[in-house]
């Protein structure tokens, strides 16, 4: 059972609104279940001989009667408006079951206390099977506003006892850091214009993907220019600074054929210019990631952030800075699917989508201590396709990283942002599985000569006695065999590399220690390419790796992603 809060000023348009037809003649006897005194509301019910405005005039004499008293000091947004709705699948309620929900919710809420005679006046309309419309005016019989401080989340905690006493689907409590709902406006235009999500819902993503590639705040306006989305900005009175920002999706008008604007806070709470700021600090162009001469190094990075930032995750010592690693690790996501090729891209995506419900809490992010994270995930950015193998290890970081924000949430009781850390865990565990059959079985297929191989496995026994025998006879084994080889190669003594990577984060709950293993390995740098860096350093830098490679969109947003699709 959903409740949605909303003040405004209008109390005859909603009243007209809730008795008319709807927008697609979708409104079927709309009638009044409850209200402040049934006798005194004057149902309107659907009148033939008179018009929706007759009828608004009518009722809204009656409900609004408190404001008038006021002497024409009537107090802005004085029109509360509250629409309850069952969840999809959830069995039909009365009439005489809806009015029992209103008159708990305005109760709840502080609209209308129980027993409190001089409370504000309401009515909730019934005019569909799954949702009625609660509306009040906030002038209580004594002039005074009634007490509606955190309205929304007290309506959403007694529609959580309501749906146990009903027996009806037990929706996830939220904290109010969800973005907000489309409207039935929204989506209804949506599909007259034939799209899948909303104009609200599309600039979210849009405006995700860029944050999480550019690096100041002149770049994100840029860029979302460069895309055809409008910018409109804010200036402070006196500073001339920017205060806030309003963006709008091109094709999308209202009846007048004017843009129609989304502030960035409207869109998302941490897309609000101060929360930005937070993340997208100025910066030097010399600050920025650098196109490296080794495109391994930007995959690299990031994977060796997500175990760092899936170690922070792990320490209930810091709730600031796992809250600052879990919005890095919603950042990192659009960058690491607009920078995969292939087929499991799709996954990818909606990992990405999916996590920015998990991305926010009522925890105030620590942004700095998930430097690391956001830096190497910018990398990816700006980076070339990955190199072999270290695409799928970083994907199998982010799959191991979602399930521990999952983990997070769920033992802080976020329960909202723990099923979509979830949703987003199964969508990297099926992109990763995707991805990485054909990889390890490509590995298993080039495994070294079997004197090689034993000699791994004497190095396994001695380096991880605990796990050794759960490697050797783990499916991927011989995969692995081929990576330590290919490590060898690169610089790296294997029997070091094994006790180094083995202790990074335990073994116990890995269901293929080899994988596991194989992956960690995959992702260390290239020693002979680093040393031979370093004398290249020497004698001078190449113009390759002191030139930042700036492209001018960033790889979140190419691939013919810049026509409003939705």
């Known amino acids: ?55 608004a005039r009518r009722l809204d004499h009656h409900v609004d009667l408190r404001t008038r008293e006021l002497d024409g000091k009537k107090p802005s947004q004085h029109v509360w408006h509250c629409p309850v709705r069952t969840a999809p699948g959830d069995r039909y309620l009365t009439d005489t079951e809806w009015a029992e929900v209103a008159r708990r919710v305005v109760h709840a809420t502080g609209i209308a206390p129980e027993g409190d005679e001089r409370a504000c006046r309401w009515i909730a309309v019934r005019h569909a099977d799954d949702h009625i419309h609660i509306m009040a005016t906030t002038v209580r019989a004594d002039g005074r506003r009634p007490r509606t401080h955190q309205d929304g989340r007290r309506a959403q905690a007694e529609c959580r006892r309501i749906e146990t006493e009903f027996g009806l689907r037990r929706l996830k409590s939220g904290d109010l850091t969800a973005p907000r709902t489309p409207t039935s406006a929204e989506r209804a235009k949506a599909e007259r214009q034939g799209q899948t999500i909303t104009a609200r819902k599309w600039l979210r993503e849009r405006a995700y993907a860029v944050a999480a590639a550019v690096h100041t705040e002149a ?20 500073s001339g600074d920017v205060i ?58 990031a994977t060796a952030a997500m175990f760092e930032a899936g170690t922070a995750l792990d320490s209930d010592d810091d709730a600031a ?56 995930a910018k990398e990816l950015a700006y980076a070339s396709n990955e190199p072999g193998g270290l695409g799928i290890a970083l994907l ?53 000569r079997a004197a090689t191989a034993s000699r791994y496995e004497q190095y396994v026994r001695a380096t991880l006695p605990d796990h050794a025998d759960r490697i050797l006879a783990d499916p ?9 080889a290919q490590a060898e190669t690169a610089g790296h003594n294997p029997r070091r ?43 001078g830098p190449s113009p390759m790796s002191t030139a930042p490679h700036l492209p001018a969109t960033p790889v979140a947003m190419r691939l013919g992603e810049r026509s409003r699709h939705h």
């Open 497 to 539: 590399l094994l006790a180094e990577v083995g202790t990074q984060r335990e073994l116990d709950s890995a269901k293929h220690p080899a994988e596991v293993l194989n992956w960690r390995i995959s992702a260390q740098p290239n020693k002979r390419v680093q040393a031979a860096r370093r004398r290249n350093t020497v004698s």
């Open 1 to 55: 059972m959903v409740p949605d809060v909303s003040t405004g000023s209008d109390s005859r348009g909603l009243i007209a609104y809730l008795f008319g037809p709807g927008r697609r003649d979708e409104h079927t006897n709309p009638h009044i279940v409850a209200a402040w005194d049934m006798a005194g509301a004057a149902d309107p019910g659907r009148d033939p001989a008179a018009t929706y405005s007759q009828l």
């Open 396 to 448: 199998f970081a982010t799959v191991h990283l979602a399930r521990a924000a999952a983990k997070w949430h769920e033992q802080r009781g976020h329960e909202q942002q723990a099923a979509a850390a979830d949703e987003a865990f199964h969508h990297l565990q099926a992109g990763y599985e995707q991805a990485a059959a054909p990889v390890l079985a490509d590995l298993a297929r080039r495994a070294p």
């Open 321 to 376: 800075a796992a809250q600052g690693q879990l919005a890095a690790f919603g950042d990192a996501l659009y960058n690491i699917a607009s920078a995969t090729p292939g087929p499991h891209r799709a996954e990818l995506r909606a990992a990405a989508m999916a996590f920015n419900r998990a991305r926010r809490s009522t925890t105030l992010a620590d942004h700095q201590a998930a430097h690391a994270l956001r830096q190497a």
């Open 219 to 238: 770049d994100y306006f840029t860029v979302l220019q460069s895309l055809g989305i409008k910018v409109k900005t804010r200036l402070g009175p006196e």
């Open 244 to 301: 806030g920002y309003s963006l709008a999706a091109p094709g999308v008008t209202n009846a007048a054929g004017e843009p129609v604007w989304y502030g960035g806070s409207k869109l998302a709470p941490d897309l609000s210019i101060n929360r930005l700021r937070e993340r997208l600090p100025d910066q030097e162009i010399a600050d920025r990631p650098r196109y490296a001469a080794d495109p391994a190094e930007p995959w690299q990075h």
């Open 476 to 484: 991927t084994w011989a995969a692995l065999t081929t990576t330590l």
